[in-house]
């Protein structure tokens, strides 16, 4: 899980003799942390086919372009077993931006359920197109 960012000739000497370099290790997360926060509506009607999530460290329109078509999860876990785990997953993605204030909007396998509002979703850096 540790690699190395980048090194000069004498960081790797170091590196080799035995001195460990912290600033050239560090974990990679493939993931950032959302919020569901409803779902799409209107003044009288409520779509529950699509949801509102609020991803962390996104604040602009702008910003949520990267994390378009981008794969999230919601995890629950169960009471019975199921596939020898009591852990599901309801799979979905970022179709679009919800507003100016970095809100997107998703689509899931099946929609989520109303227990799960305020819950985390894992949002994915995958499929990438870089």
Request: glycine share 6%; charged share 20%.
């Amino acid at each position: 899980p540790l690699l190395p960012l980048s090194a000069s000739s004498i960081e790797l000497d170091l590196l080799i003799s035995g001195v460990l370099l912290a600033c050239l290790y560090c974990f990679r997360r493939l993931y950032v942390r959302g919020s569901f926060l409803g779902y799409k509506r209107s003044k009288s009607n409520q779509y529950l086919n699509t949801s509102l999530i609020q991803i962390e460290g996104v604040n602009t329109k702008e910003e949520v372009a990267w994390y378009q078509g981008k794969r999230m999860a919601y995890i629950y876990k169960a009471k019975t077993k199921n596939n020898g785990t009591h852990y599901r997953c309801i799979w979905g993605k970022v179709t679009r931006p919800h507003g100016n204030s970095g809100v997107v909007r998703a689509k899931f396998k099946n929609n989520l359920p109303l227990k799960s509002m305020e819950a985390k979703v894992t949002v994915f850096m995958y499929p990438s197109n870089i």
